[in-house]
């Protein structure tokens, strides 16, 4: 049995994070609804771009569901504590759903590519079998990532103190607990694979934009080169949000932040990016924001009025 400390940070501070995460929560869960639900229903959303942004949707609803709830229930409770099995469940689903996300992100970064780059050729490498092909082995590999790095990390030998100083079963926190000979080398490869497969996709993601941008370039007009990029940036922000808050937790040197603040940070990450992508995809994509307001916006002023 772990128990998740909470007492390095300010009680009068909890009902605040409550209030905060469980606005976003529901924001994440609303928004990212909006999205698939306006897709749908737009048949002329139907295309490969849209296809993955509905599943991105559907990782970031499950990712936010699988962490969250339990998040704001312990926020508030007095009895924290949670079996080693429901800990494990909390980091399986935490690594499946956030290596699916940066999978995806990475095939969206392709999807890109391939428009832009080799428009003629579209139709027939991102046909609608390719697109569910690809959709389908980003969530395997989320899969096995998820279930890889869990296995791994609770082979470890856990002594002395069963505390995790944290408001999630957090895979640093965790590894802190952890005791052994092999512990440091085991600690090091769990790093080394979720650091690997990380800046593996973000490496084909620039690869991408290196492309994109030389072809856009190659555009005579100014109207064309900005008509073009504007159908990126959505995604070019969303990346830059997700890697650069990962960035600021998984990679930062040791002892430069105190326990509480590590703990914020990641928890904040955890709640804030799912809140964030469906911003930034229905205010900075035009073609999906008009269709939201066809759909939605204007019935429901319509209604109101």
């Given at each position: 049995?772990?128990?998740?400390?909470?007492?390095?940070?300010?009680?009068?501070?909890?009902?605040?994070?409550f209030l905060l995460y469980l606005l976003m929560f529901l924001f994440t869960l609303l928004g990212n609804l909006l999205i698939m639900a306006t897709i749908w229903i737009e048949h002329r959303l139907h295309t490969p771009m849209y296809l993955f942004l509905c599943a991105l949707s559907i990782s970031e609803i499950l990712f936010t569901v699988a962490i969250t709830p339990r998040m704001l229930a312990d926020l508030l409770s007095t009895h924290r504590s949670i079996t080693f099995v429901s800990c494990a469940g909390q980091m399986f689903f935490s690594f499946m759903?956030?290596?699916?996300?940066?999978?995806?992100?990475?095939?969206?970064?392709y999807d890109g590519y391939v428009a832009i780059c080799h428009p003629l050729h579209y139709n027939v490498l991102m046909s609608p079998h390719d697109c569910a092909r690809l959709v389908a082995w980003t969530w395997a590999g989320g899969s096995v990532m998820g279930m890889m790095v869990t296995m791994i990390v609770f082979h470890l030998t856990f002594c002395g103190s069963n505390v995790i100083h944290h408001f999630v079963c957090h895979v640093l926190s965790?590894?802190?607990?952890?005791?052994?000979?092999?512990?440091?080398?085991?600690?090091?490869?769990v790093m080394l694979v979720c650091v690997t497969a990380l800046i593996g996709c973000l490496f084909l993601i620039i690869l991408s934009y290196v492309f994109i941008v030389a072809a856009i370039l190659r555009i005579p007009s100014a109207e064309g080169r900005h008509k073009t990029f504007s159908t990126c940036v959505s995604h070019l922000t969303v990346v830059v949000v997700h890697y650069s808050f990962a960035s600021l937790i998984y990679l930062k040197p040791k002892g430069l932040h105190s326990m509480y603040s590590d703990a914020l940070m990641a928890t904040t990450y955890t709640v804030f990016?799912?809140?964030?992508?469906?911003?930034?995809?229905?205010?900075?994509?035009?073609?999906?924001?008009?269709?939201?307001?066809?759909n939605f916006y204007r019935k429901f002023c319509t209604l109101s009025s």
């Open positions: 049995m772990l128990k998740n400390s909470r007492d390095t940070f300010p009680q009068q501070l909890l009902p605040v994070l759903f956030g290596f699916t996300h940066s999978f995806l992100l990475m095939v969206m970064g965790l590894l802190k607990l952890a005791c052994g000979n092999k512990t440091s080398s085991v600690i090091m490869g990016t799912p809140f964030l992508s469906p911003i930034i995809f229905s205010l900075r994509n035009k073609e999906l924001k008009n269709a939201i307001n066809k």
